[in-house]
């Protein structure tokens, strides 16, 4: 039974197209960067990027050392053995930050507001 299968190579609009917008993508230097509120990316230079990171992590937040984290994480550690739980409690683990282009916005073709995401922020 097994002996009987064969492959036909199949040509299909899609799937090329696919293949086409993937090589496009992996072949780009520049960072894609999604959209705020739409389904949109957009094609943005390295240096803008992280400009954009740079002004809106800096608007928000303020720089500083590792050793706050390490206090952090100590912290919890004592909080949750204090408790008994201190099998169920992770360590605050390092994510970066990115942005998304708000382009729904009047100012988005002159000035590209951006919204910063930050995935270590408790709330």
Do not use: W
């Amino acid at each position: 039974m097994v002996a009987n299968v064969k492959f036909r190579s199949t040509n299909s609009h899609f799937q090329n197209q696919l293949k086409k917008d993937s090589e496009t993508i992996n072949s780009s230097s520049k960072v894609i960067v999604p959209a705020d509120k739409t389904r949109n990316f957009y094609q943005v230079e390295k240096q803008q990027y992280k400009k954009f990171l740079t002004e809106n992590i800096t608007k928000t937040y303020k720089k500083s050392d590792e050793s706050i984290t390490i206090e952090i994480n100590k912290e919890l550690k004592d909080i949750s053995s204090k408790l008994g739980r201190a099998d169920n409690i992770e360590v605050m683990p390092k994510q970066q930050a990115y942005v998304t282009i708000k382009d729904h916005k009047e100012s988005f073709p002159n000035k590209t507001p951006c919204t910063l995401i930050n995935p270590q922020r408790v709330t």
